[in-house]
Nanobody, 115 residues
Framework: EVQLVESGGGLVQPGGSLRLSCAAS????????MNWVRQAPGKGREWVSYISSGDGTTTYADSVKGRFTISRDNAKNTLYLRMNSLKPEDTAVYYC????????RGQGTQVTVSS
């Protein structure tokens, strides 16, 4: 059974930083591309970042480019999202996604950016 467990969210002031983690199990983590997506209150789900399997190619939404960094540790079956220079508009529940058929998603971790 695929399991994705996000952690590391919390309340942070504007300009602050957080690192999210996603612990993966139940599948061969290294073989799959992974996403981070987010959903703000009252809004639809928004793609944030992608990392490939293999060479670890990364892509980012324009809204987070230059502030967020996605990475993975295949030995630890863990996906990360380093978030710097956080803004109130980054407030959302953040989810990691295993790409494939079907796409699998964790339960999410809340990130709140507020003074």
């Amino acid at each position: 059974e695929v399991q994705l467990v996000e952690s590391g969210g919390g309340l942070v002031q504007p300009g602050g930083s957080l690192r999210l983690s996603c612990a993966a199990s139940g599948f061969t983590f290294a073989r799959y591309g992974m996403n981070w997506v987010r959903q703000a209150p009252g809004k639809g789900r928004e793609w944030v970042s992608y990392i490939s399997s293999g060479d670890g190619t990364t892509t980012y939404a324009d809204s987070v480019k230059g502030r967020f960094t996605i990475s993975r540790d295949n030995a630890k079956n863990t996906l990360y999202l380093r978030m710097n220079s956080l803004k109130p508009e980054d407030t959302a529940v953040y989810y990691c996604e295993k790409l494939g058929d079907p796409v699998e998603r964790g339960q999410g971790t809340q990130v709140t950016v507020s003074s």
